[in-house]
């Protein structure tokens, strides 16, 4: 097993893998900006450096001064978190040079499964299911238009090199894709240094599925069941739930036979998530797969009890899993919301400032995950979540109403926060009955802040 870990992250996941590191016996070095030297993971970790100022291209997203910083300490392995260098190829492929654990994938298959294109047509290949579209890369917008006029319209572009809603736009006919087809190229390319673009058909408000996944490195994959990822604004989720409502048992057997031929088909090593999108006829479709610890892992390690850190980190030292398929078990339901430092009424503009007060929610099946405290700074340089909540209850109502008690008992003030609008979400009656698809939030959201207007919380 490791001896000593560089957590090359901050924030919550940097303190979730402290946590982890720490019952596993693994010394911790957390890296940090200047922007984050009064952070939670520096003060809760016995080690740290200081590896840049506050914009992240010069700290969390600098491979050489990571690379530094992991050998000054004498670190034998990095874990990058979420975000920034995580699903990078390149950091990978450099740590591993260095002799250094990455923990996560190798390169090769960050780059295999990073490259959306070539991913799909070797899902294709396998077997899983892929949303019609171009058979490969699409050179021009003429190009574009004869593969829409094959699948029809709406249809939507998207970079290879993609990823984040970045280097992507639909278009729902030939004069609207020509536009959408370069504004697409030029935002990969300045994102990605990649303009690499493909076309799919566009599945209009779909439901958006994932399988969560871990492979060791002796060849064994298993699957922990899905996560229903539909409530989004912007690409952007806004909770997840576990299992998904609208799943039949034949079609969730389905997708995690689908899962499990797809991470097989890249020999798969690490936790990973498999990504699909669900029609409103009941056909799944692959859409992409994260080679990553994901955000919302906390559901799943609540529905399974299996901790996803640990198994990462085992994986990693070349250890098999610790759990079979046949061990793995999901109980009851768990719902996760993403608490942002933003203000609704302000298009959710972000709202950096001091925390002047403090307050988690408790009690049994109640998780919080976030690096936050009273008196503490939000940062306006980096990701405006600043805390998760997870609740887990015998069925969905259940977790439901333990979830509003949640909200209802959550506290942060100093900065305005999303709370009131997923608190309200808990009682809106589409979302009460399972009808949830990733066009919720545009049908929603008006509707929802002018209720939360008029309800007169302060909170």
Request: aromatic share 6%.
């Amino acid at each position: 097993m490791f001896k000593k870990m560089l957590i090359a992250n901050r924030g919550e996941i940097a303190m979730r893998i402290l946590r982890c590191c720490h019952e596993m016996g693994i010394e911790t070095v957390v890296a940090y900006s200047t922007e984050d030297a009064e952070s939670l993971p520096v003060q809760f970790s016995a080690e740290s450096v200081c590896i840049g100022p506050a914009p992240a291209a010069k700290s969390y997203l600098n491979t050489d001064v990571l690379l530094q910083a992991a050998k000054s300490t004498h670190c034998d392995a990095i874990h990058p978190g979420y975000g920034f260098l995580s699903e990078n190829a390149e950091f990978a492929e450099a740590c591993e040079k260095n002799g250094i654990a990455f923990i996560g994938p190798s390169s090769q298959m960050i780059r295999d499964m990073g490259d959306k294109q070539s991913a799909r047509a070797l899902m294709k290949a396998k077997g899983v299911p892929v949303v019609p579209g171009s058979d490969g890369l699409v050179e021009t917008a003429e190009d574009a238009i004869r593969v829409a006029e094959k699948t029809g319209y709406p249809v939507l572009v998207k970079a290879s090199a993609g990823g984040g809603g970045r280097g992507m736009r639909t278009a729902y006919d030939s004069a609207e894709l020509e536009r959408a087809f370069e504004d697409a190229r030029a935002e990969a390319i300045a994102a990605f240094g990649d303009g690499s673009m493909y076309l799919e058909k566009l599945i209009l408000n779909p439901h958006h599925i994932e399988v969560q996944i871990l492979g060791d490195k002796q060849g064994h994959v298993v699957h922990l069941g899905e996560r229903d990822c539909s409530m989004q604004r912007r690409h952007q989720k806004l909770l997840e739930e576990s299992p998904a409502w609208i799943l039949s048992d034949k079609m969730r057997d389905a997708m995690y036979k689908a899962a499990v031929r797809a991470a097989k088909a890249v020999h798969y090593v690490s936790a990973g998530t498999v990504e699909f999108v669900v029609d409103k006829e009941g056909n799944f479709y692959f859409i992409e797969m994260n080679t990553r610890i994901q955000v919302e892992h906390p559901v799943t390690e609540m529905e399974t009890g299996v901790d996803l850190l640990r198994e990462q980190i085992r994986i990693a030292a070349g250890r098999e899993l610790s759990v079979k398929q046949s061990q793995i078990k999901l109980t009851g339901h768990t719902i996760e919301c993403r608490i942002n430092a933003e203000d609704p009424s302000r298009n959710f503009a972000p709202d950096p400032g001091m925390v002047s007060f403090l307050h988690f929610p408790g009690g049994e099946g109640i998780r919080v995950e976030s690096a936050i405290y009273q008196g503490c700074r939000i940062s306006p340089y980096y990701d405006s979540m600043i805390a998760k909540i997870i609740v887990h209850a015998p069925g969905r109502l259940e977790a439901i109403r333990k979830m509003r008690t949640a909200l209802e008992e959550l506290t942060i003030e100093g900065v305005h926060t999303n709370t009131n609008l997923l608190y309200l979400i808990m009682f809106n009656s589409d979302y009460m009955l399972g009808n949830v698809d990733t066009g919720f939030m545009e049908k929603q959201t008006d509707a929802i802040l002018k209720w939360d207007k008029e309800s007169g919380r302060t909170k």
